[in-house]
């Protein structure tokens, strides 16, 4: 593999807290090393932004709901069309791109890892070869336990190791990251054609509430010293007041870390913007982003991503089939649901986001304003939940945003006046810096992830995953600051250059990250036993349409994380 | 919806377009390029390129060099044109005479914005469609999907149109918006689908499930209509001068109207007036009249 030196360049990476030094960095085999040899290949990025290739901690890219909603919406799909050349094959969709369009447009705005953030369990095969037929970027997903019967089943009597055993059981059969839970407890309730809108309701049957499915992954999170933590996506969204259940949910969830884990936070709250509302009804509707934002700044125990919402027509696609069907109720739109063995649910509607719908104005100054209002950038992640608040390709308008407070103020005032009545952005006159937007955009994903010692930074052992970007580094343009955000002047992935000015001149295989996550055998076996036994009796499929294979059609290129965790016993 | 509101309703919806158009084409002399049709592809050939927006500002000689698609190959216009005449730097000056049958080249005038485009024989699937301005005379037939999704503009086709006259393409939900569509022979099936706004005009018959899912706009059928006329409409009207071989059951018979004007043009009648679609969810304003006369069929289903 080529060696490359890129040159002269800005450096921002917050990890090693470098704010803008100039510096060279040096790629060998992949990885960042501190010299090479002298007949290696010179980028010059002489008065050019440096930072480390991005990472989304949650984007829905691929499995059974974004193929659901491919099928529900040709009409996106003949949107958004690029020509094939002779490298990359043809794109097409926005807010549902194919496969390949969302490798090839993550590599050009310098993304180079993306975490696929609700995989159904049993459709953990599907999901894996979406993602292996996901060009470029490095992959991961996290499966949906947080409906689960066995999960509710352990619980109730809790048996916290042998839940632990089974969520590992789970991680390790689909190749899974990270745990995560939609709306808890309330997905089982939707099977019975109801929802949960409160943490201490507890669900039909079963007797367990939404609070102690939270606390319980928590802890069998913290006892299996996961690297990322529980991954939340809360109850009641999606309605007028919800902001309180976002912070009962926060606060519900204090678990101890486990202290072989180098992240801060025990609970990671996602797409927050559409937790984040007040009022009372969509009449009395307003932001709640600031009263979430005091919170979190008081807290240390969390992270959260916003969610953010721009201006567009796209789908909203969640694992939350309740939402999905009420959403329906509201805009009228063609709405599908989606069942995977009532083990968690899923729904698709197209929605368009308006600058004149008061709804729609007022949700867009929430995610900024949660951006802007927590202090400390280390607790929140850039996000749109793509595609639900808008596709990934609009994040260079949200680094505007976040850059220029006067490019904000001229959206507001575009935008439908409740927008500012009922939210506080225009208060915000905070304006990030480029090192604030690396943290949001990078730094704080590889950290909360458990994966900042691979990737999100510059430092000598790291993945030569990096991002050039041809922007002057005190311009607050926000026209310079969305163009150069849009398209890298060099994306570098894994020591090799992907995209060029926007074009993309080599399409390697990314790799696929996923846990293998050891406990007590003996435990196993127990939890085996009486899984396998629950499973026949309630199960129409059988078990062994869990296990994702170790073939290339799954795992093109697996990068297997290995954890031990035989002391839970 | 009684007489009176149906004329402010008809005058509310004037279209602007077509009589602007008109207006700037006696006021300004059009400039006239001609395409000889060579032969016909054995494929489909893709020419949304061939519009006046497309070919103002370029020389005979350039236009000649632009790129048609061809199944998968690009290749020049001139392979199955012979492009002759003068061109102009605007395309409201444009008017692009195609001087022949092309009915294996799509996607005629898609797109356009302004300018006229006169075929002298049939067209091929996508006339028209997705058009914002300016106008279209097909004097022949033809293909499907013509005038889909169309904003604005004219098209004028004196045969016949093949399904999907100004339907919508798969999936969306926001069809013809704006503009006039006038079919002198027969239409095929879902004309208007999904319709939002504008005028349709098919002069013979329509086939079935005309004005499906219709929400706003018009369509005068001055034939006769096949079955499911205007099914799951919440709004616009349908018109049946003709017979309308039935009306769904989730239609409600309305009232008796002694006529009906559109764009200042008095229809006699008495005409029948049924609401729908019922059975579809929110405010249900769709609107199909029929002449009572060509319809006694229905008088006996909805009226005893």
Same mark, same amino acid.
């Given at each position: 593999?080529?060696?490359?030196?890129?040159?002269?360049?800005?450096?921002?990476?917050?990890?090693?807290?470098?704010?803008? =030094?100039?510096?060279?960095?040096?790629?060998?085999?992949?990885?960042?090393?501190?010299?090479?040899?002298?007949?290696?290949?010179?980028?010059?990025?002489?008065?050019?932004?440096?930072?480390?290739? /991005?990472?989304?901690?949650?984007?829905?890219?691929?499995?059974?709901?974004? +193929?659901?909603?491919?099928?529900?919406?040709?009409?996106?799909?003949?949107?958004?069309?690029?020509?094939?050349?002779?490298?990359?094959?043809?794109?097409?969709?926005?807010?549902?791109?194919?496969?390949?369009?969302?490798?090839?447009?993550?590599?050009?705005?310098?993304?180079?890892?993306?975490?696929?953030?609700?995989?159904?369990?049993?459709?953990?095969?599907?999901?894996?070869?979406?993602? @292996?037929?996901?060009?470029?970027?490095?992959?991961?997903?996290?499966?949906?336990?947080?409906?689960?019967?066995?999960?509710?089943?352990?619980?109730?009597?809790?048996?916290?190791?042998?839940?632990?055993?089974?969520?590992?059981?789970?991680?390790?059969?689909?190749?899974?990251?990270?745990?995560?839970?939609?709306?808890?407890?309330?997905?089982?309730?939707?099977?019975?054609?109801?929802?949960?809108?409160?943490?201490?309701?507890?669900?039909?049957?079963?007797?367990?509430?939404?609070?102690?499915?939270?606390?319980?992954?928590?802890?069998?999170?913290?006892?299996?010293?996961?690297?990322?933590?529980?991954?939340?996506?809360?109850?009641?969204?999606?309605?007028?007041?919800?902001?309180?259940?976002?912070?009962? +949910?926060?606060?519900?969830?204090?678990?101890?870390?486990?202290?072989?884990?180098?992240?801060?936070?025990?609970?990671?709250?996602?797409?927050?913007?559409?937790?984040?509302? /007040?009022?009372?009804?969509?009449?009395?509707?307003?932001?709640?982003?600031?009263?979430?934002?005091?919170?979190?700044?008081?807290?240390?125990?969390?992270?959260?991503?916003? /969610?953010?919402?721009?201006?567009?027509?796209?789908?909203?696609?969640?694992?939350?089939?309740?939402?999905?069907?009420?959403?329906?109720?509201?805009?009228?739109?063609?709405?599908?649901?989606?069942?995977?063995?009532? =083990?968690? *649910?899923?729904?698709?509607?197209?929605?368009?986001?308006?600058?004149?719908?008061?709804?729609?104005?007022?949700?867009?100054?929430?995610?900024?304003?949660?951006?802007?209002?927590?202090?400390?950038?280390?607790?929140?992640?850039?996000?749109?939940?793509?595609?639900?608040?808008?596709?990934?390709?609009?994040?260079?308008?949200?680094? @505007?945003?976040?850059?220029?407070?006067?490019?904000?103020?001229?959206?507001?005032?575009?935008?439908?006046?409740?927008?500012?009545?009922?939210?506080?952005?225009?208060?915000?006159?905070?304006?990030?810096?480029?090192?604030?937007?690396?943290?949001?955009?990078?730094?704080?994903?590889?950290?909360?992830?458990?994966?900042?010692?691979?990737?999100?930074?510059?430092?000598?052992? @790291?993945?030569?995953?990096?991002?050039?970007?041809?922007?002057?580094?005190? +311009?607050?343009?926000?026209?310079?600051?969305?163009?150069?955000?849009?398209?890298?002047?060099?994306?570098?992935?894994?020591?090799?250059?992907?995209?060029?000015?926007?074009?993309?001149?080599?399409?390697?295989?990314?790799?696929?990250?996923?846990?293998?996550?050891?406990?007590?055998?003996?435990?196993?076996?127990?939890?085996?036993?009486?899984? *396998?036994?629950?499973?026949?009796?309630?199960?129409?499929?059988?078990?062994?349409?869990?296990?994702?294979?170790?073939?290339?059609?799954?795992?093109?290129?697996?990068?297997?994380?290995?954890?031990?965790?035989?002391?839970?016993? | 919806?009684?007489?009176?509101?149906?004329?402010?309703?008809?005058?509310?919806?004037?279209?602007?377009?077509?009589?602007?158009? !008109?207006?700037?084409?006696?006021?300004?002399?059009?400039?006239?390029?001609?395409?000889?049709?060579?032969?016909?592809?054995?494929?489909?050939?893709?020419?949304?390129?061939?519009?006046?927006?497309?070919?103002?500002?370029?020389?005979?000689?350039?236009?000649?060099?632009? !790129?048609?698609?061809?199944?998968?190959?690009?290749?020049?216009?001139?392979?199955?044109?012979?492009?002759?005449?003068?061109?102009?730097?605007?395309?409201?000056?444009?008017?692009?005479?195609?001087? #022949?049958?092309?009915?294996?080249?799509?996607?005629?005038?898609?797109?356009?914005?302004?300018?006229?485009?006169?075929?002298?024989?049939?067209?091929?699937?996508?006339?028209?469609?997705?058009?914002?301005?300016?106008?279209?005379?097909?004097?022949?037939?033809?293909?499907?999907?013509? #005038?889909?999704?169309?904003?604005?503009?004219?098209?004028?086709?004196?045969?016949?149109?093949?399904?999907?006259? #100004?339907?919508?393409?798969?999936?969306?939900?926001?069809?013809?918006?704006?503009?006039?569509?006038?079919?002198?022979?027969?239409?095929?099936?879902?004309?208007?689908?999904?319709?939002?706004?504008?005028?349709?005009?098919?002069?013979?018959?329509?086939?079935?499930?005309?004005?499906?899912?219709?929400?706003?706009?018009?369509?005068?059928?001055?034939?006769?209509?096949? %079955?499911?006329?205007?099914? %799951?409409?919440?709004?616009?009207?349908?018109?049946?001068?003709?017979?309308?071989?039935?009306?769904?059951?989730?239609?409600?018979?309305?009232?008796?109207?002694?006529?009906?004007?559109? %764009?200042?043009?008095?229809?006699?009648?008495?005409?029948?007036?049924?609401? #729908?679609?019922?059975? %579809?969810?929110?405010?249900?304003?769709?609107?199909?009249?029929?002449?009572?006369?060509?319809?006694?069929?229905?008088?006996?289903?909805?009226?005893?």
């Amino acid at each position: 593999m080529d060696e490359l030196i890129i040159k002269n360049g800005f450096v921002y990476d917050p990890l090693n807290n470098i704010n803008g =030094e100039q510096l060279d960095i040096f790629i060998k085999n992949g990885k960042i090393v501190s010299e090479v040899g002298a007949d290696a290949t010179v980028i010059d990025a002489k008065n050019k932004i440096i930072m480390p290739g /991005g990472i989304d901690g949650h984007s829905h890219i691929a499995g059974a709901k974004v +193929s659901m909603g491919r099928l529900l919406r040709p009409e996106d799909i003949r949107r958004g069309v690029r020509a094939k050349t002779k490298i990359t094959r043809s794109e097409s969709g926005v807010s549902v791109p194919t496969t390949f369009s969302i490798g090839y447009r993550y590599a050009r705005m310098g993304y180079t890892t993306v975490f696929e953030p609700a995989m159904p369990p049993l459709k953990a095969r599907h999901t894996h070869e979406e993602l @292996a037929d996901t060009p470029i970027v490095d992959k991961g997903a996290f499966p949906l336990l947080g409906s689960n019967w066995m999960v509710f089943h352990y619980l109730k009597q809790q048996e916290i190791e042998k839940c632990a055993a089974f969520v590992a059981w789970m991680l390790n059969a689909t190749k899974g990251f990270a745990i995560k839970l939609v709306n808890p407890a309330g997905l089982e309730s939707w099977n019975w054609g109801g929802n949960i809108r409160d943490i201490d309701t507890p669900v039909e049957f079963w007797d367990v509430t939404p609070r102690e499915v939270i606390t319980g992954l928590a802890k069998v999170n913290e006892l299996l010293g996961l690297p990322h933590s529980i991954h939340v996506h809360f109850n009641n969204i999606g309605r007028p007041g919800n902001f309180k259940t976002t912070i009962e +949910s926060f606060d519900a969830c204090r678990e101890n870390k486990n202290p072989g884990v180098e992240r801060n936070q025990v609970i990671h709250g996602t797409h927050i913007q559409f937790n984040g509302y /007040g009022g009372d009804s969509w009449k009395s509707f307003a932001s709640g982003g600031l009263e979430i934002a005091d919170w979190v700044n008081k807290n240390d125990h969390v992270t959260l991503d916003v /969610g953010q919402v721009v201006f567009s027509n796209t789908t909203t696609m969640t694992a939350d089939g309740p939402l999905e069907y009420y959403l329906h109720t509201l805009n009228h739109l063609k709405w599908t649901n989606g069942d995977v063995e009532i =083990e968690t *649910s899923s729904g698709v509607v197209p929605l368009i986001y308006k600058r004149k719908n008061p709804v729609s104005a007022i949700q867009w100054t929430i995610g900024l304003e949660l951006l802007l209002g927590i202090e400390d950038p280390w607790k929140v992640m850039l996000s749109t939940d793509h595609p639900n608040g808008g596709p990934f390709t609009r994040y260079p308008e949200i680094i @505007a945003w976040l850059m220029s407070q006067e490019y904000r103020n001229d959206t507001l005032k575009s935008a439908h006046k409740r927008a500012g009545k009922r939210s506080g952005l225009a208060t915000l006159d905070r304006e990030y810096s480029l090192f604030e937007i690396a943290i949001v955009t990078r730094a704080t994903q590889a950290k909360a992830l458990g994966i900042n010692y691979m990737k999100g930074h510059l430092g000598v052992g @790291a993945d030569a995953d990096v991002a050039i970007y041809d922007l002057d580094k005190e +311009s607050k343009d926000p026209k310079e600051i969305m163009k150069a955000f849009s398209n890298t002047l060099y994306t570098i992935k894994g020591g090799e250059v992907v995209a060029k000015n926007g074009e993309i001149v080599s399409t390697p295989m990314g790799r696929t990250l996923y846990l293998n996550v050891k406990v007590d055998p003996s435990l196993e076996n127990t939890m085996l036993k009486e899984f *396998s036994d629950i499973f026949r009796r309630n199960y129409s499929v059988n078990m062994a349409n869990y296990p994702v294979q170790p073939i290339p059609s799954y795992l093109p290129l697996p990068k297997e994380i290995k954890l031990d965790a035989t002391h839970v016993a | 919806m009684t007489t009176k509101n149906l004329i402010n309703y008809e005058n509310s919806h004037n279209h602007i377009n077509s009589s602007k158009i !008109k207006n700037a084409n006696e006021a300004i002399k059009m400039k006239e390029l001609s395409l000889k049709p060579l032969s016909q592809p054995n494929v489909m050939l893709e020419a949304e390129i061939i519009t006046p927006d497309n070919f103002s500002g370029k020389s005979v000689d350039e236009i000649k060099q632009l !790129k048609v698609w061809k199944g998968n190959k690009e290749v020049p216009l001139s392979d199955f044109f012979q492009v002759e005449g003068e061109t102009t730097n605007s395309p409201e000056e444009t008017r692009i005479v195609i001087e #022949g049958s092309i009915p294996k080249t799509k996607r005629v005038g898609e797109g356009m914005t302004s300018g006229e485009i006169v075929i002298k024989g049939n067209a091929g699937m996508h006339t028209g469609a997705l058009m914002r301005g300016g106008s279209i005379f097909v004097e022949g037939d033809v293909g499907a999907w013509s #005038g889909a999704e169309i904003r604005g503009g004219k098209l004028h086709i004196k045969g016949n149109a093949d399904n999907y006259l #100004g339907a919508v393409y798969r999936g969306e939900w926001r069809g013809m918006r704006g503009g006039k569509i006038i079919v002198e022979g027969n239409a095929g099936g879902e004309v208007g689908e999904w319709m939002r706004d504008g005028v349709i005009h098919v002069k013979r018959d329509v086939g079935s499930f005309v004005g499906v899912h219709m929400h706003g706009g018009k369509i005068i059928v001055h034939g006769n209509a096949d %079955e499911r006329v205007g099914a %799951e409409m919440t709004g616009g009207q349908i018109i049946i001068l003709g017979k309308a071989n039935e009306i769904l059951p989730s239609f409600r018979f309305d009232e008796e109207i002694p006529s009906i004007e559109v %764009e200042g043009e008095t229809y006699e009648g008495p005409f029948l007036k049924f609401v #729908g679609d019922l059975a %579809e969810a929110g405010k249900i304003k769709g609107e199909i009249l029929v002449l009572k006369k060509n319809n006694s069929h229905l008088i006996k289903l909805f009226l005893f």
